[in-house]
């Protein structure tokens, strides 16, 4: 897995989310709030860790952002439709670092370094990642 892949480049991503802008994502100049924009981030993490079968009810563990860096590159503008692309970039033992952009067309508007870590949900303590996750953030 690198953590060389170019985040703005559509090409580096293997999963990908729809997501819609809606109104009240707007600031006061009009342009998607960055917290609307952290949402979108989120939602595309968790959609492919639930295509990588993960938060059923019956799994013992959960997720937990550890770390959060974010660049923004463009201006997002109500009404649009963006996709949000997911792909691995490291894996260690419990904790992996996945990278997210969200894009209009083949234009980056935003870009994520997530640092994630698996969490059992009994312990509250780190846990081995799941081999379908494992396997779902591997390099193609």
Same mark, same amino acid.
């Given at each position: 897995?690198?953590?060389?892949?170019?985040?703005?480049?559509?090409?580096?991503?293997?999963?990908?989310?729809?997501?819609?802008?809606?109104?009240?994502?707007?600031?006061?100049?009009?342009?998607?709030?960055?917290?609307?924009? %952290?949402? !979108?981030?989120?939602?595309?993490? =968790? $959609?492919?860790?639930? #295509?990588?079968?993960?938060?059923? &009810?019956?799994?013992?563990?959960?997720?937990?952002?550890?770390?959060?860096?974010?660049?923004?590159?463009?201006?997002?503008?109500?009404?649009?439709?963006?996709?949000?692309?997911?792909?691995?970039?490291?894996?260690?033992?419990?904790?992996?670092?996945?990278?997210? %952009?969200? !894009?209009?067309?083949?234009?980056? =508007? $935003?870009?994520?370094? #997530?640092?994630?870590?698996?969490? &059992?949900?009994?312990?509250?303590?780190?846990?081995?990642?799941?081999?379908?996750?494992?396997?779902?953030?591997?390099?193609?």
């Amino acid at each position: 897995m690198s953590d060389n892949k170019d985040l703005t480049n559509p090409g580096s991503y293997g999963f990908w989310w729809e997501e819609r802008v809606r109104f009240n994502d707007l600031d006061a100049l009009g342009h998607v709030n960055n917290n609307a924009l %952290g949402v !979108f981030f989120e939602q595309g993490r =968790i $959609a492919m860790l639930q #295509a990588a079968g993960g938060f059923r &009810d019956s799994d013992d563990w959960t997720v937990v952002l550890a770390r959060s860096l974010i660049e923004y590159k463009a201006e997002l503008l109500y009404p649009n439709t963006v996709r949000v692309g997911v792909c691995g970039l490291r894996l260690g033992t419990s904790s992996m670092t996945i990278g997210v %952009g969200i !894009f209009l067309g083949d234009r980056c =508007i $935003a870009t994520q370094e #997530a640092v994630c870590v698996i969490v &059992d949900k009994a312990t509250h303590r780190p846990t081995p990642i799941p081999e379908p996750l494992r396997a779902a953030l591997a390099p193609a």
